[in-house]
C-alpha cells in the first residue's frame, strides 16, 4: 500500500471515529458574513497583543492550510477565496469537549469561524474563535506546502489540488475571467452584439480541421462539433447585424501539444463594411489596452523573452517575410517552379496537387513562424490556401487577410469577407475536390451558406482569435493546459480501484 493509501486510510478512521462522536462532517448551515481579504484591513490600528476594542463578531469559511496545536491552544490558517486570516483556538473559550474534537480534525478539512479580532505577540492579525464548526472532512492529504505539487500531469489532472495549493495557478484563472471580460467590454463599446450560434452542426464547416462526429436519434442525422462558428456568424450579416461577436467552445478531433487541445476557445467577430485592415486597427488596439489593464503595461516577459505590445504593429507580406525573415531570394518567389525546388530542398513533402500557394504557406511557416517574436500582421496570404477569404483587387493569386503572430505562434486570422456566391460555390468545390474522400468525415458542400450569400451579404471582414493562447501570453503560460481548467488527458486507469470499496 503506497503511502498516500495510508493516509487516505487512516483519515477514513479518523473520520469514522469523529462521526461517532456526534460530528456532523458535512454540514450545509454555515454561512460566512465576511471574506479573509476583508478583515485585514480591519487590524491596520492594533499593535501586537491588541485585541479589537469594538468587540465586533466576524466570520469566515474556508480550508485549514497549516495548524500548530499545543496543550490547551492550537493556531490555524484559513484559506477562502480571498486570502488566508490565521485562527486561534483555546480550550477555556470553546470547552473541553469542543477543543478536544477539534484536535483531531486535519489540514485540508473546511472549517467555519465565528470570533472576534486580534494582533499576535509578533503582529499577525488573527481570529479568536468562539465558535468553530466543521463543514467539510478533507480525507486525502493535500500536497506539501514546500514543494506543492511537482508532477506536471498531476497539477492538470487534480486541477482542484493545484488551485487549492497553487497561487500562481488561482492567478492564472483570475485572470483567464479579467482578459475575457475585457474582450466582451471592448466589442460591446464598439457596438458589436454577441450571440450564439450552434455547436451540434449537420455540416462540419469553417475549417479543414477533422471534427467530431455524434448521432442525433431523433432526426436520424450525423451531427458534428463545430470546427469553427464562421459560417454561421456571416448568416447573421446576411441577416442584416451588422456587427456581431461570439465567445465559445470549438472542437478539433486532432492531436495535442502545447498549443492545441481538443476543445479550445475561440473569439470571432465581423463587422459589415469594414476591411481586414481596419480589423489590424482594431486588433492591436483592443490586444494591447488589454494587456495594459491585466498586466500594468504594454511591455511583458514571455517564457524569458521581452515582447513589447506597443501599437503599431508591425505589417507585412507573406512574400516580404520570406525575404526579410528567411532571406529567401525575392526573384525565387515570384518564379513557381523555383518556388517548389526550394521546398523540397528544405525538406517538405508536398501533396499531389499542392499549387505554389499551398507551398509558399509550408516555407514560411517552417522558415519565419517562430522568429515573429513581436506583434507581427502577416498579410497577403495566397488564395489557395484562403478558401474564405476576398481576393485582392490588384492581385488575385493572393487575399485580404492576416495572421498575426506573437512569440512565434499564430495568434488570429482575420480577412475582408468573400461575399461572391459564385466565387465561394467554386473554391468550395476545389477545397472538396483537394481534400478527397475522407474514410470517417466525408466532405459536404454547405449549399445553404451559398444559399444566403445568395440574397447578398454586406462587404466585411471577419477574424477569429484564440483566446487560449491569448491567456498564454499575458499570463506567461508555456503551454495551452496551463490556462485551461481541465484539459484533456489520457485516462487514469487506476483511480477507479482507489476510489472505490473493495467487495466482500
Known sequence: MSEESQILAQRKEKA???AALGVNLY????KPANSAKELLPKGEGLGPQDADPEGAVYSVAGRIMAMRKFGKAAFCTVADTSGQIQIYVKLDVLGEGIFETFKKWDIGDIVGVEGTLFKTKVGELSIQAAK???ISKSLRPLPDKWHGLTDVETRYRQRYVDLIVTPETRETFRKRVEIIRLVREYLNDQNFMEVETPMMQPIPGGATAK???THHNALNMDLYLRIAPELYLKRLLVGGFE??????RNFRNEGLSTRHNPEFTMLEFYQAYATYTDLITLTEKMISSICEKVNGTMKITYQGTEVDLTPPWKVLTMDQALVEVAGIDPAALVDDAKVMALAKEKGIKLEEKAGPGKVKTELFELLVEEKLINPTFITSYPTEVSPLARRNDQDPTVTDRFELFI???ELANGFSELNDPMDQLGRFEKQIA????????HPELDADYIRALEYGMPSAAGEGIGIDRLVMLLTDAPSIRDVILFPHLKPETKLQQEVLPEKP
Not at 454540514?27 to 454555515?30: K, T, Y
Not at 456587427?243 to 465559445?248: A, G, L, T
Not at 483537394?434 to 468525415?441: A, L, S, T, V
Request: hydrophobic share 40%; charged share 35%; net charge negative.
Open 27 to 30: 454540514i450545509n448551515s454555515f
Open 243 to 248: 456587427r456581431v461577436f461570439e465567445i465559445n
Open 16 to 18: 469514522e471515529s469523529l
Open 211 to 213: 471534427p467530431f462526429m
Open 434 to 441: 483537394e481534400r478527397g474522400d475522407d474514410d470517417e468525415i
Open 407 to 409: 512569440t512565434g505562434r
Open 132 to 134: 468553530i464548526v466543521m
